[in-house]
């Protein structure tokens, strides 16, 4: 799937007819923000491949939860883990303050023992 900015798209309209005729789907979005999503109509639609494929770069676009993106790619959540894992996207995601509270957690634990 080709993402484009609406920059991109004002600057280069042509480029969604483009991908569709490619049969690629395109992803605009605005400062980051999906704003609206093409999919190419032609001989060979997929619908399912096409939830995937949304379910998936919402998911990674941090959109829908993991359960939503499981629900909305017609997968179970071991399914969408599986399929987010062979496309190297994170599943568990963890700020650097997080990880923070985490280690120094750790660490009272260690000191414990």
Do not use: C, W
Not at 20 to 48: C, I, N, Q, W
Not at 73 to 90: C, K, Y
């Amino acid at each position: 799937m080709h993402q484009l900015t609406t920059d991109e798209l004002t600057n280069r309209p042509d480029s969604l007819l483009a991908d569709a005729r490619r049969g690629e789907s395109a992803l605009v979005t605005d400062h980051g923000k999906p704003v609206f999503m093409t999919v190419p109509m032609g001989e060979g639609f997929d619908a399912r491949s096409v939830r995937l494929e949304l379910a998936v770069r919402l998911f990674d676009l941090e959109q829908p939860t993991l359960g939503g993106a499981a629900a909305m790619a017609g997968l179970s959540i071991s399914e969408m883990i599986d399929e987010l894992g062979g496309r190297r996207i994170p599943v568990i995601r963890i700020t650097p303050e997080e990880l923070d509270e985490e280690l120094a957690y750790a660490r009272t634990l260690a000191d414990r023992g």
